[in-house]
């Protein structure tokens, strides 16, 4: 969950490593630092907080070397401090690492290293990095065999880029279980968590595969397992160009990203879903016959994705009469679930490096399940673990909170279930073609929703003040509920709890008192009726009921004090639109609170540790 970087070549490498951090501050932001070669030494600059902090602390240094390494950190062993912030040296000084992910191993390699008399000023597990890299070069390795050497007896997951000012021409990475790629310029070469800091410089990237070393240096790029055998780089170009990883005019990444949904679902359905009802997804290597030996489907995600997973058990479920089980990542790999090669695991995660969910996935494939997975991150690691992937295409998502990215993996989901749907003969063609066409519409109708953004940020600002929401919803709307809630603590730490309308008697009516705001999913379904029912439950408690509900549905308009209108749509459909003014009503909710939604206390974007 930290963000790492390194650059060599002709440019002033600090501003690239600067620069490069900022977009990688999603990741992690509680300290910083960078280590740039000067003279024969290394000059290692670390601040407590985020990265402006070290760009203030950088302000006067010399701009003239040509390499160097950065990170940003999110603290999981060693409290945040600036003692504790990457780049981490080893006894000489000469030689620094940073470092993402955990070493499971530190105590005892701590242990051996202090016996062998080396010096630790941290009490992170990653400075042993620094030291084990130190004791190679001491026995005559180069730096990429030392790296290769030390990560072989590193356990746990890392990503490492190492760099000695004895040679400033070179850095060094090295992965097993946490994401690094390589990015070739002209003469110019640079590493990082992401591609984000890349994008100023070039397309043209390597990603570096689970336990693979690189060595980059202006005379090019060397890749080694960390056996020393040598692999040919295989480079690849990204699409993502930069403004797409910028704000694009917004206050933050988070509202740019919510209006970026009508876009991601096109881009989504396009070239899978055609008008006429056609579905082509020959990227899941599932072939029909495949299809019709499955007899029960597993979804495993965490966070929002978990919630994309238990909206498409409803549409699995009744499009393709076929048995879904829905678990959080950390509680299926360890709860012995009963799997078989008729199985198959569906993994959601949008940025292919959840622990969990990678480690979900590798455990359904030891048990001989088959393996899909659903995500944002072309070449992520969960993207190689599974038989067969389906990307969401919704671009990069910087707002640590998930809103693109959820809505483009219910889409996928959905077109998975119409294609089980079909090879199990379960939905007619007219049907299945039905649900295409609206799905279809669901871009503009969402912009409908889009445009009307004032009048949920007026609502938003009128409950801000509030101490407490609740959300409910039946049906579909449930997860829906869950999601609201999650939303809005996540990013404005106020208390949120979403549940089924219909548990609201066995407990969660006990917090309603006067004033208290409810917000409801009241879009149509088979239910909507027993959910009106919930609501005025609530409302005869003193709640302010707040209802995302259909145009013109007077039934809503009788018992709510607010509606957040979406336009009409299938039921099964309806969470593509009522999210969005759930998104909006967290984001405004947060400003007016004065929250940074793009960077809420205590989480990260990607989280790569159980
Ligand atoms: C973190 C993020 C959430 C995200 C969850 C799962 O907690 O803050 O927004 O939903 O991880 O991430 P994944 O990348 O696996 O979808």
Same mark, same amino acid.
């Given at each position: ?74 603290? =999981? ?124 410089? =070039? ?92 007899? $029960? ?307 990260? $974007? ?5």
């Amino acid at each position: 969950m930290c963000g790492i970087v390194g650059y060599v070549g002709d440019r002033s490498a600090l501003p690239v490593l600067l620069e490069g951090l900022k977009s990688l501050e999603y990741r992690g932001y509680d300290s910083a630092g960078v280590a740039l070669p000067l003279d024969g030494c290394l000059e290692v600059v670390r601040r407590a907080g985020k990265v402006d902090e070290l760009i203030a602390a950088t302000a006067g240094s010399a701009n003239g070397q040509h390499s160097g390494i950065g990170h940003t950190r999110w603290a =999981t062993c060693g409290e945040p401090s600036e003692s504790n912030a990457h780049p981490h040296r080893d006894c000489t000084g000469n030689l620094a690492i940073v470092h993402n992910g955990i070493i499971e191993n530190h105590v005892q390699l701590r242990q051996e290293l202090v016996a062998g008399g080396h010096v630790f000023h941290s009490a992170t597990d990653s400075e042993v990095v620094a030291h084990l890299v130190e004791a190679h070069v001491n026995a005559g390795a180069d730096l990429l065999d030392a790296v290769r050497l030390a990560a072989r007896e590193l356990h746990g997951s890392f990503a490492i880029v190492a760099i000695d000012a004895r040679n400033p021409g070179a850095i060094v990475g090295a992965r097993v279980d946490a994401p690094l790629v390589l990015g070739l310029g002209d003469g110019e070469y640079f590493l990082a968590s992401d591609v984000a800091p890349l994008l100023p410089y =070039t397309r043209r990237v390597v990603w570096l595969a689970d336990g693979e070393a690189a060595q980059l240096s202006p005379a090019g790029v060397r890749i080694v397992d960390l056996e020393g055998v040598e692999h040919a780089p295989s480079s690849s170009e990204i699409a993502w160009d930069r403004e797409a990883a910028e704000k694009a005019g917004f206050p933050d990444f988070m509202l740019k990203e919510i209006h970026e949904q009508p876009r991601a679902l096109r881009d989504t359905l396009r070239g899978r879903a055609d008008a006429s009802g056609e579905l082509t997804l020959d990227e899941l290597a599932l072939s029909p016959e495949d299809i019709a030996g499955v007899d $029960k489907i597993f979804i495993v995600a965490c966070g929002s994705s978990y919630h994309a997973g238990l909206v498409a058990k409803y549409a699995f479920e009744r499009w393709a009469r076929i048995p879904v089980e829905i678990d959080v990542a950390s509680e299926f790999r360890y709860r012995d679930p009963v799997l078989s090669p008729k199985t198959l695991v569906v993994g959601i995660s949008q940025s292919g490096e959840t622990a969990d969910t990678l480690a979900a996935i590798r455990y359904a494939r030891r048990q001989q399940a088959r393996t899909v997975v659903i995500t944002n991150v072309v070449g992520s690691s969960i993207s190689r673990e599974a038989d067969g992937v389906l990307y969401t295409h919704a671009g990069p998502e910087i707002g640590v909170a998930a809103t693109k990215t959820l809505t483009t993996q219910i889409a996928c989901l959905w077109l998975l279930g119409l294609w089980f749907s079909w090879a199990r003969g379960a939905l007619s063609p007219e049907a299945a073609a039905e649900v295409i066409a609206d799905l279809w519409r669901c871009p503009e109708q969402m912009e409908e929703v889009l445009a009307d953004d004032s009048r949920v940020r007026e609502v938003a600002e009128r409950f801000a003040p509030a101490e407490g929401f609740l959300f409910i919803g039946r049906g579909v709307g449930y997860p829906l509920a869950m999601e609201g809630a999650l939303k809005l603590k996540e990013i404005s730490y106020v208390h949120a709890e979403g549940f089924a309308a219909g548990e609201m008697k066995h407990g969660p009516i006990a917090l309603i008192d006067k004033g208290v705001p409810v917000v409801a999913i009241a879009t149509h379904s088979r239910v909507l009726g027993k959910l009106i029912s919930n609501i005025e439950e609530a409302r005869a408690r003193g709640a302010s009921i707040v209802c995302v509900a259909q145009k013109g549905d007077e039934r809503v308009l009788e018992v709510a004090g607010d509606v957040l209108v979406v336009p009409q749509t299938a039921e099964l459909l309806s969470p593509m639109l009522d999210l969005i003014p759930l998104q909006l009503l967290a984001y405004h909710v947060a400003k007016a609170r004065g929250c940074d939604p793009d960077r809420p206390r205590n989480l990260a $974007k990607s989280v790569t540790v159980e």
